[in-house]
């Protein structure tokens, strides 16, 4: 006989959770549960998410309904609250301290035993120079977010709550901390990351969280809740400097159910905007499209693959 497979505990539980501010509800009955891994956290600008996850960090209660982190409350459980860190989206830091005061700081009130080596172990990590001098005021956005990250990192968390951590890096640096997520996930941590950027989401991994007007709108795998766009028309635009034959093409070999031709601005060349049912079908054959009219390529945009837009369809559904 075989043995059952043990599923394991949730290290987050949240039931329906509830956080409003005076006649504002930022969180309205709320509730999943999460176990090691990435789970991605999804919400355009206003929608619930950093109240959420402060409710996730025992730093404001829910008004009704709880919130468990490995089982125990946030709010008065000190030694889970201690295995739980936060990279908030403000920039949250001492501004006269570097690097490596700041995340050393961290360590030391996080009771670690020697800050000094974990500070930058944590700094090279998230790929900074831990003996750079400067004051963090004159750091980058990006870098800046990464001392969050690193800040993070020192107490060998169990939870992780990130809000918008990518904002501000650029492209080696963003893939540098997604695959530094991955790996956490893999550890067995539970790490959950706010995004309103359906490209971050995707690399993240499948599962997500879809926060909508404070509720939650979907849950699981990302790919099912994309798919759940495929029943209308996915709109992109395409810049060239043969608008017309390629928009003609287009018609007629690519699928398209509507082209509108865009005349040229200032700096860009003219182009057109296709509406299609099949987005994937039309991004692999535009090339060999234009080079049938021996056109040039200068953009291919999406204009309703954001979040804003799966947001949409699904509160009008």
């Given at each position: ?70 089982g ?16 908030p ?15 050393r700081?961290?360590?030391v ?5 020697n800050?000094d080596e ?30 969050k ?7 060998d ?12 890096l650029?492209?080696?640096q ?19 990351v ?12 499948s ?11 979907a ?14 028309p ?6 060239t ?77």
């Amino acid at each position: 006989m075989s043995a059952t497979p043990i599923t394991p505990a949730p290290m987050i539980e949240v039931e329906n959770a509830s956080k409003w501010f005076g006649d504002v509800v930022a969180v309205s009955d709320v509730s999943f549960s999460l176990g090691p891994g990435v789970t991605a956290l999804l919400g355009p600008n206003g929608a619930g998410k950093s109240t959420l996850l402060r409710m996730l960090c025992g730093l404001t209660p829910p008004d009704r309904g709880t919130v468990r982190i490995l089982g125990a409350d946030p709010r008065k459980d000190i030694a889970v609250r201690g295995r739980i860190s936060i990279v908030p989206q403000q920039e949250a830091m001492f501004e006269a301290l570097g690097a490596f005061e700041f995340v050393r700081l961290a360590a030391v009130l996080n009771g670690i035993f020697n800050p000094d080596e974990i500070a930058r172990w944590a700094l090279q990590v998230v790929e900074l120079d831990p003996d750079e001098k400067r004051s963090t005021t004159t750091y980058s956005k990006g870098m800046k977010q990464r001392v969050k990250v690193a800040q993070a990192l020192v107490n060998d968390p169990a939870v992780m709550v990130l809000d918008e951590p990518l904002t501000g890096l650029d492209p080696r640096q963003r893939n540098h901390l997604i695959e530094l997520f991955g790996r956490l996930g893999d550890e067995g941590r539970c790490v959950i990351v706010s995004s309103h950027v359906l490209d971050e989401v995707e690399r993240f991994g499948s599962r997500v969280l879809v926060v909508a007007q404070g509720r939650l709108a979907a849950t699981g795998d990302f790919r099912a809740i994309r798919d759940l766009m495929d029943d209308r028309p996915h709109r992109i635009r395409v810049r060239t400097d043969k608008p017309r034959e390629l928009a003609t093409e287009v018609m007629a070999s690519v699928g398209a159910l509507a082209v509108r031709l865009e005349p040229p601005s200032t700096g860009r060349p003219g182009g057109f905007v296709v509406d299609t049912n099949d987005a994937s079908l039309f991004r692999t054959t535009i090339a060999t499209a234009s080079q049938r009219v021996g056109a040039s390529l200068v953009e291919v945009t999406p204009l309703d693959d954001d979040l804003d837009s799966v947001f949409r369809y699904l509160v009008q559904r």
